[in-house]
């Protein structure tokens, strides 16, 4: 049953980002990575008991063993991949583990390998820690965004090349990479001795029913040299109780994550660990019933853009996104277009490309079905 994706809750007296940024404008925001989906109820209410419990001292994610658990759970039943406890290193977020990567397996000056384009906060990394930032660019290959394996290989050869930050799900092009793919990319990093940081954060939302998350970590050739993100937050919508965790299998590169996060990096929030191991454990009907919604919102928009002149998108595999071609429209601005319309997408130029916004729907119906008409209009 997916009537309960339907709902349309106000977020605009609980100082939500994605609404604040609008305050007192006519703009149907559709910008931020959250979803307009009310938390599933299990999830709700192993919240509710914690607080009742009336006590919220200090809880080392380490020891929350149903944590662990239900990582492992989930893990194994998602993506077929049997993961050890150790390997499980929590974080309040994946943005602060891939700049931790950074931290642990290059030093000031190296370079960091990200492909183009791609979500700010990745992008800005590399800068944050005195570090090079390389662009890998994006290609169209026969319907989906790809990155260009060859200047991918060009690049990771100069000796300079310490770390690749891979984004897999893509955001914001949504694309799902294949075994050969994934094994292309490890290959590389293999030969050229680069560490792979594979930010996940999305694994769990594959649309396109034809396509296979892999996990970075989860194949033999990177097992030692890469570190996987992943997180409950955007599948379950509790991005705000910042709670993700690392999977590193091997010892040496997860003691230097560890090292690198010393006395900066505070501990995972405590509802944000009982919340993943009440989305990991007792929400898989939701969450099947929340990807056939994003399914059928992610149709209605390609048929709906695609039909407006000097728009286009291809389908996105998976997320909640969807990135779109506005060089059509022969405008300087295309995020001021879309806000005069009244309607507020993420601007291209954060992600690397002003030609293109990006569009959330992960909303009720309805909200896609009024930005179209804004858009038409």
């Known amino acids: 049953m997916t009537e309960h994706f339907d709902q349309e809750i106000d977020r605009t007296r609980h100082y939500s980002f994605k609404w604040e940024k609008y305050r007192g404008q006519d703009v149907l925001p559709m910008w931020v990575a959250d979803t307009e989906f009310r938390c599933a109820e ?7 008991e914690r607080v009742d419990h009336g006590l919220l001292g200090y809880t080392l994610p380490n020891q929350y063993e149903p944590g662990k658990e239900a990582v492992i759970r989930w893990l194994k039943k998602q993506h077929g991949w049997q993961v050890e406890p150790d390997w499980i290193v929590w974080n309040p977020g994946v943005c602060p583990a891939f700049n931790v990567a950074c931290q642990a397996y290059a030093e000031p000056g190296d370079k960091v390998l990200v492909q183009t384009p791609n979500y700010p906060p990745l992008l800005a990394a590399p800068g944050f820690n005195q570090m090079q930032r390389v662009e890998v660019n994006t290609v ?5 965004w790809m990155i260009d394996l060859e200047q991918l290989e060009k690049e990771a050869a100069d000796p300079k090349a310490k770390l690749l930050i891979l984004c897999n799900p893509m955001n914001p092009v949504g694309t799902v990479l ?12 293999e030969r050229n001795n680069v560490v792979l940081c594979s930010d996940e954060v999305h694994c769990d939302l594959v649309l396109d029913e034809q396509a ?11 097992s030692e040299r890469s570190v996987t993100l992943m997180a409950a937050s955007k599948t379950f919508n509790i991005a705000g109780l910042g709670t ?3 999977i590193i299998p091997d010892a040496k590169l997860r003691a230097a994550f560890n090292r690198a996060a010393q006395g900066i990096v505070p501990w995972a929030n405590v509802m944000g660990l009982i919340a993943t191991e009440a989305a990991f454990t007792r ?14 919102n992610r149709d209605y928009l390609m048929k709906q853009i695609n039909q407006i002149d000097g728009l286009k998108l291809l389908a996105p595999q998976a997320t909640f996104l969807a990135w779109i071609d506005a060089s059509g429209l022969g405008v300087e601005n295309p995020q001021g277009w879309f806000e005069d319309k009244g309607v507020g997408p993420s601007p291209g130029a954060d992600f690397g490309d002003k030609d293109f916004v990006r569009i959330n729907f992960g ?12 858009i038409k209009s």
């Open 42 to 48: 299990p999830i709700l209410q192993a919240l509710r």
């Open 140 to 144: 169209e290959q026969d319907g989906r």
């Open 178 to 189: 294949t075994e050969s793919e994934l094994k292309q990319v490890a290959s590389i990093c």
């Open 212 to 222: 296979t998350h892999i996990p970075a970590g989860k194949l033999d050739a990177l």
């Open 244 to 246: 993700s965790f690392a």
């Open 283 to 296: 929400c898989d009907h939701w969450y099947q019933d929340e990807l056939t919604y994003l399914r059928r």
């Open 363 to 374: 909303c009720p119906l309805s909200h896609l079905e009024e930005a179209i008409r804004r």
